[in-house]
Nanobody, 121 residues
């Protein structure tokens, strides 16, 4: 069994920065891909950024390229999302996710964090 615990989020003005972190506990050796997703009110959950555990390969949604950076510490099974140049459109609940399989920016991941609110206003 795997549990994901998030920290970070909050309220920030446009142009500001925030950092999210996610820590996996339990049978973390089954995890190969980790990522961040978000869901705004009235919208579907969407992929923001994903990263592979071993090689560190990344993929970003077009809307966040050049502004957000995903990173991981494979030895600690933690990963982070540095969000820069935040815009009101980035307002959403952010979730971390992980799985053995890689679904790129799709939402098919098996394990999910509890979600944290980010408000840009």
């Amino acid at each position: 069994h795997v549990q994901l615990v998030e920290s970070g989020g909050g309220l920030v003005q446009p142009g500001g920065s925030l950092n999210h972190s996610c820590a996996a506990t339990g049978k973390t050796n089954v995890l190969n891909c980790m990522g961040w997703f978000r869901q705004a009110p009235g919208k579907e959950r969407e992929g923001v950024a994903v990263i592979t555990r071993i090689h560190g390969g990344t993929e970003y949604a077009d809307s966040v390229k050049g502004r957000f950076i995903i990173s991981r510490d494979s030895s600690k099974m933690t990963w982070s999302l540095q969000m820069n140049s935040l815009e009101p459109e980035d307002t959403a609940t952010y979730y971390c996710a992980a799985d053995l399989l890689c679904y790129e920016l799709g939402t098919g991941y098996k394990y999910w964090g509890q979600g944290t609110q980010v408000t840009v206003s």
